[in-house]
């Protein structure tokens, strides 16, 4: 007998990869300790297991998988084969669909006459910012940078100077944080630099003391001077998304939240595994937030869906647990929307510092 933690080990599934497949009865474990609960697997469900993985990183859904591994087990050779086939036939035809539609993206892209780029300017634009602003506003957003190559226009901060407002925003699209630090020294047009994620962090180091700090902007060169201290770089040559559109939420609840309780709740409370592959490719364990009719905030545990699941959001942990972090403060305000929108968390102090989660499908 394996314990789950062994099999989690060898098969390549997580634990809480392992409760969630038992609870949907796709693979039960051989026995369960009546009095503890834990989960034991036989030696045999091994194989079962890693078939799993597989399957699961091949996308197929839920239910095929079941019948899979069903047929797996009675030697169904025929029906594991048709199964096999037809996923694999779904698959080449959504990506056969996806090729046209692309092609027409690219199409469109490429016939645009003024494509929208960063604002820029030729001449240096100097400006003063206080060192705790901009500190807390880097840290603030710090967390949601990308780091997916593929993405290089995501892996870094935005800075965006507008008037005698820095905005601060960064996204890696399953998440986006902004945040904002006044300025003084800078009337003229809206200027626009995404500055990498290693100079971002090398400024952020010399925002010790309360003073304030100079930020450059010379083109694509950026600098922040600290008494004596300096640093500067350049900044790549992409454009950083529209985030002002990105940012408008239709209407929905806003829970005022105990941010040490909530942080407690999610780390010991029940977890889901995101079957469909939005969180860079990767399952992800997900925790599933409802809102109660007096406004208190709860994480939702294994089989708790009332309502149909209506008033439900599933969010990455991981990454809530980051923006909970960043909001620095032992409260917090949370915004939700329909289950398909993004989730909002403010600080009750500012609308002008906050971040969004992207939420994750479940599985029916």
Not at 68 to 84: F, Y
Not at 95 to 100: E, F, G, H, M, T
Not at 205 to 231: I, M, N
Not at 304 to 310: F, T
Request: glycine share 8%; aromatic share 4%.
């Amino acid at each position: 007998m394996r314990s789950i933690g062994e099999m989690a080990r060898d098969s390549g599934l997580s634990v809480s990869a392992l409760r969630f497949y038992d609870g949907a009865g796709v693979l039960v474990p051989a026995w369960v300790d009546p009095v503890s609960g834990y989960r034991w697997y036989g030696a045999e469900q091994l194989e079962e297991a890693r078939l799993l993985a597989r399957l699961r990183r091949a996308g197929m859904a839920l239910a095929d998988i079941r019948l899979v591994l069903a047929g797996w087990s009675g030697a169904d050779t025929d029906l594991v084969r048709k199964l096999l086939q037809a996923h694999l036939r779904r698959l080449e035809l959504g990506l056969s669909d996806a090729r046209v539609e692309f092609s027409m993206v690219r199409a469109l892209l490429e016939s645009r006459e003024n494509p929208m780029a960063l604002p820029r300017t030729d001449t240096t634009v100097r400006l003063a910012v206080p060192a705790p602003e901009l500190a807390a506003a880097l840290d603030a957003v710090r967390f949601a940078a990308s780091t997916d190559p593929e993405l290089p226009m995501l892996g870094g901060v935005l800075f965006d100077i507008e008037g005698e407002t820095l905005h601060v925003v960064a996204t890696d699209r399953y998440r986006m944080a902004v945040a904002q630090a006044g300025t003084t020294g800078h009337g003229g047009p809206r200027v626009q630099v995404v500055v990498p994620s290693p100079l971002a962090d090398a400024m952020r180091a010399l925002l010790s003391d309360d003073a304030s700090v100079q930020l450059t902007v010379d083109g694509d060169r950026v600098a922040l001077e600290a008494g004596d201290r300096q640093a500067a770089g350049q900044c790549p040559h992409h454009d950083f998304p529209d985030y002002r559109r990105l940012v408008r939420l239709p209407a929905g609840h806003r829970a005022l939240v105990d941010v040490p309780a909530l942080r407690a709740a999610v780390e010991t409370g029940s977890v889901r595994v995101s079957e469909v592959r939005e969180q860079d490719a990767v399952s992800c364990d997900l925790s599933v937030l409802r809102v109660t009719g007096d406004g208190t905030v709860r994480v939702c545990e294994d089989g708790d869906d009332g309502d149909d699941g209506q008033g439900h959001i599933a969010v990455n942990r991981e990454f809530l647990l980051h923006a909970l972090a960043a909001g620095a403060r032992d409260r917090l305000i949370l915004e939700f929307g329909a289950a398909t929108a993004p989730l909002a968390i403010r600080r009750p102090d500012t609308e002008g510092t906050f971040s969004m989660l992207m939420p994750v499908r479940l599985e029916n």
